[in-house]
């Protein structure tokens, strides 16, 4: 399982860099067939841009893009959202095993 976490036109603190790792878990502990998540940070002039991107069963991608002033509120979001995501999809697979669509 990769994570890795990059930041474009600036530097990331590493306080940031360690909220985002611990709310990434969350999302392994969801699905377990996630085999690589890159976080973006992209700062731009006002706002930053949190982009999230998950890579499942070698062949789903999930991207999510936020933006906000504050870089913890555009990660904490992009990382929720996907965490909806993931168990949409999760449940989707689950029922379409089963025979329930």
Do not use: C
């Not at 603190?13 to 699905?31: G, K």
């Amino acid at each position: 399982m990769n994570i890795l976490i990059t930041a474009r036109h600036g530097t990331l603190r590493e306080d940031l860099r360690t909220r985002v790792e611990e709310r990434i878990q969350r999302l392994l502990r969801l699905y377990q067939k996630v085999t690589k998540i890159e976080v973006v940070f992209d700062h731009e002039r006002a706002d930053t841009k949190v982009e999230v991107i998950v890579h499942a069963d070698h062949k789903h991608l999930f991207v999510v893009s936020e933006r906000h002033p504050d870089p913890k509120v555009a990660a904490d979001q992009a990382v929720k959202v996907a965490e909806e995501r993931l168990r949409r999809y999760k449940t989707k697979l689950r029922d379409w095993q089963h025979g329930q669509l």
